[in-house]
Nanobody, 117 residues
Framework: QVQLVESGGGLVQSGGSLNLSCTAS????????MSWYRQAPGKEREFVAL????????DYANSAKGRFAISRDNAKKTLYLQMNSLKPEDTGLYYC??????????WGQGTQVTVSS
């Protein structure tokens, strides 16, 4: 059974930093691309960043480029998102995501990030 547990969110001032974590279980974590998504209040869930199974290839939404860094520790089955220079528009619930073939319609509980101006 796939399980994704996000943590590390919180309330920070604009310009601050947070480091999110996602611990995975129930599938072969090291074999798959992993992603971060977020959902702001009243908006649809949107892509933030992804990382290849080895960690060598990464991609970011334009809004995250230069400020966020995705990484992974396959031995710990953990995905990370280091977020710097946070802005109020980064506020939302942050989720990690495995490929749809792995997690289907399941999403973890997410971790709340709130950035005050």
């Amino acid at each position: 059974q796939v399980q994704l547990v996000e943590s590390g969110g919180g309330l920070v001032q604009s310009g601050g930093s947070l480091n999110l974590s996602c611990t995975a279980s129930g599938f072969s974590f090291s074999s798959y691309v992993m992603s971060w998504y977020r959902q702001a209040p009243g908006k649809e869930r949107e892509f933030v960043a992804l990382i290849s199974s080895s960690g060598e290839a990464k991609d970011y939404a334009n809004s995250a480029k230069g400020r966020f860094a995705i990484s992974r520790d396959n031995a710990k089955k953990t995905l990370y998102l280091q977020m710097n220079s946070l802005k109020p528009e980064d506020t939302g619930l942050y989720y990690c995501k495995a490929p749809k073939a792995i997690q289907g319609d399941y999403w973890g509980q997410g971790t709340q990030v709130t950035v005050s101006s």
